[in-house]
């Protein structure tokens, strides 16, 4: 007895046949279990044999037996012992990273419960180099690692009493690096500063650069990376009191060490210039640098701004920054900041710059008369502008495309957009430019576009059944779509189906029937759907059956035929065809649903062809009947005409 494979709630075991069994019909036994549990077993012709719904963890005692299927007399089994596998842990997770150590965590097995087991865990290194512990615990700390360095981490669960494992679960690790060593900062200016330091011993040979932060009070965080030992720091505010740290950071996974930390204060140098930080419709945020060498010095700030008409205001402000609210729409300021000593109140040379507001945006962007390739854009105008010259900017776009752009006059509410995709999301925005490209804030809206509707309809018909087929809409590559098919006569209910074929098969028609079909083209993401395509068509009318010729006479006949089945309630009338050698074939028609006719206009001693089709009011005819005879010699009739009465009678038997 082999056993193939073990898994934790399985195992797979084949035998050999017995060598001299053969032509002796004959199965097999298999018995299993746990050595203190209830045995199971099965009878079998399978070989090798799955046994599956085992417990994990578990030793099993199977056997095996030959039987004979007819005395069900059994061999002396043969024997084997084996342990199913435990579960894996489940969950890994790693709680702490640093850079000699990790600490990780993982979820005890289910069903596992009275069954002795412990934990391998093992760690390999980028460079190979393997570790393991066991653990009786579902935690463990990893020290003496490697500073910046990979580690995949693998814990099984272990059987104390046979030693066999589980599948491991596996997570992947990456220690952190040491932190710089020694960081030191000389040339401290006004507004820059030079700062170094060390690379530590245990990161050689790891790529790593460094990224260097640094934050003032009143000033947003600064970073940059550098792959050397130093920096220069520039572009700082002066007379301010700044955190410098540095830290390593891995290239490969930008992991960071621990930083190293410095304080310094920047030199103080004068006053430098207004920044702009946003200009809106009726507001401007602005801020600027402290005085350079005003420390200790107890001082405001006065912010004067005027427009074009020489209307100014001011206010005085603690802080190197304020917003000036209630402006006027499009309108060009003069703003200026000067020092003002509080106990004397002496004013400085103010600094200077020019702002203009922004213009008002135009409201209420809507997407009208969307269709497949166009869309119609609608807009209020935008409010506060008169006697400002103003265009709008029109940006529109879809996934995958580069942003379009149309321009409108300041006397235009609509925009006609006629170069769009079918079946696409668009993003449409509009804002306010004015003459100086200066652009209000922007209005926003998405549309989607219908789906182009399919070409050309093909349509073969039957009695009761035709055959449709459609062109495939050629600018809708790439974009899921069916198609809807709605069918029906003119005066019943309709019906319709979806597919994804461009062909449709429709069946249980009605004979000699009008009906009206239309196929549009459907978004599978939003059932959208396309403007259909429309035809009309009429099926043919069941053809009359067993035409018979009746009353032959010298000029004259009578043809008879059985009315068309499954013609209930449809209006139909009946063409009969009917030549002679030489002539041009003549037609008749009947009247509606009449099933016979009388032919008066015939050559005596001539071979006629006769055919009879259904013909409904649109036109349509079904598939012709026919017959053939001859007329008889006018004089020879006259003397016979008893004869021929008895040979073409009118009775309506065949």
Not at 96 to 118: A, F, Q
Not at 196 to 205: F, I
Not at 508 to 525: D, F, K, M, R
Request: proline residues 6%.
């Amino acid at each position: 007895m082999n056993i193939i494979s073990v898994r934790d709630t399985s195992v797979c075991l084949s035998w050999d046949r017995p060598t001299d069994m053969e032509g002796v019909p004959h199965t097999f036994r298999v018995t299993w279990g746990e050595s203190t549990g209830q045995r199971e077993s099965i009878t079998t012709d399978e070989n090798p044999l799955f046994l599956s719904h085992l417990t994990p963890g578990t030793e099993y005692s199977i056997s095996v037996c030959t039987v004979l299927q007819s005395t069900g007399l059994e061999s002396e089994p043969v024997h084997t012992t084996v342990c199913t596998k435990p579960l894996p842990p489940g969950n890994l997770n790693i709680s702490s990273v640093r850079k000699t150590s990790v600490c990780l965590s993982w979820d005890r097995p289910t069903d596992m419960e009275g069954v002795p087991h412990t934990f391998r865990v093992t760690w390999v290194n980028s460079r190979g180099q393997r570790e393991s512990i066991t653990t009786d615990e579902n935690f463990t700390v990893l020290s003496h690692l490697r500073p910046g360095t990979e580690y995949r981490i693998s814990v099984c669960t272990v059987l104390q009493s046979y030693s066999v494992e589980s599948e491991p679960v596996h997570t992947t690790v990456c220690t952190k690096p040491s932190p710089p060593e020694r960081l030191n900062i000389c040339n401290v200016s006004d507004t820059s500063l030079c700062l170094s330091w060390d690379r530590t011993t245990d990161m050689e040979g790891v790529p790593c650069t460094f990224r260097v932060t640094w934050l003032a009070l009143t000033e947003q965080r600064g970073s940059i990376s550098t792959e050397g030992n130093s920096t220069v720091l520039s572009h700082l505010r002066p007379g301010t009191e700044y955190s410098i740290s540095v830290c390593t950071v891995l290239q490969s996974y930008d992991v960071e060490s621990e930083p190293v930390h410095k304080t310094v204060w920047t030199e103080p140098s004068p006053p430098g210039k207004i920044n702009i930080s946003y200009a809106s419709e009726t507001s401007v945020c602005l801020f600027w640098d402290r005085p350079t060498d005003m420390e200790g010095v107890q001082y405001t700030f006065r912010v004067t701004w005027g427009d074009s008409r020489g209307q100014t205001w001011s206010i005085t402000t603690d802080e190197n920054h304020t917003i000036l609210p209630h402006l006027t729409t499009v309108t060009e300021y003069i703003i200026s900041v000067c020092t003002v000593q509080q106990s004397t109140g002496l004013m400085s040379e103010p600094v200077h710059t020019t702002v203009c507001t922004k213009p008002t945006a135009p409201e209420r962007l809507r997407a009208e008369e969307v269709r497949s390739r166009s869309v119609r854009l609608c807009w209020d105008t935008p409010t506060n502008m008169e006697g400002v010259s103003y265009n709008f900017m029109i940006i529109y776009t879809c996934d995958g495309e580069e942003p379009r752009e149309l321009t409108a006059g300041s006397n235009s509410n609509t925009a006609d957009l006629c170069d769009l995709k079918p079946g696409m999301e668009y993003s449409f925005s509009i804002c306010t430019v004015l003459h100086n490209y200066i652009r209000s804030r922007v209005c926003l809206i998405q549309a989607l576009t219908e789906p182009s509707p399919p070409g050309k309809l093909n349509i073969s018909v039957c009695e009761t059944s035709l055959s449709l087929s459609w062109d495939r809409p050629t600018d809708m590559e790439g974009v899921p779509h069916t198609f809807r098919v709605t069918w029906g006569e003119s005066t019943g209910q309709r019906e319709s189906v979806t597919t994804d074929e461009n062909s449709l098969f429709l069946s249980h028609l009605t004979p000699g029937t009008e009906y009206s079909i239309s196929v549009c083209t459907v978004l599978q993401s939003t059932g959208l759907e396309s403007e259909p395509v429309h035809t009309t068509v009429c099926t043919k009318p069941t053809s009359p059956r067993r035409l018979r010729v009746k009353k032959v006479r010298g000029k004259s006949v009578r043809l008879r035929w059985d009315t068309p089945t499954n013609m209930e309630g449809v209006a139909y009338t009946f063409s009969i065809t009917y030549a002679c050698g030489g002539e041009k074939p003549r037609e008749l028609m009947t009247r509606a649903k009449c099933n016979f006719v009388d032919l008066q206009d015939l050559k005596p001693r001539m071979g006629y062809s006769f055919s009879v089709c259904t013909v409904v009011p649109s036109g349509s005819r079904s598939t012709a009947c026919s017959a053939r005879a001859y007329t008889c010699d006018l004089i020879f009739f006259l003397m016979n005409e008893a004869l021929w009465r008895d040979m073409y009678s009118d009775s309506e038997e065949d």
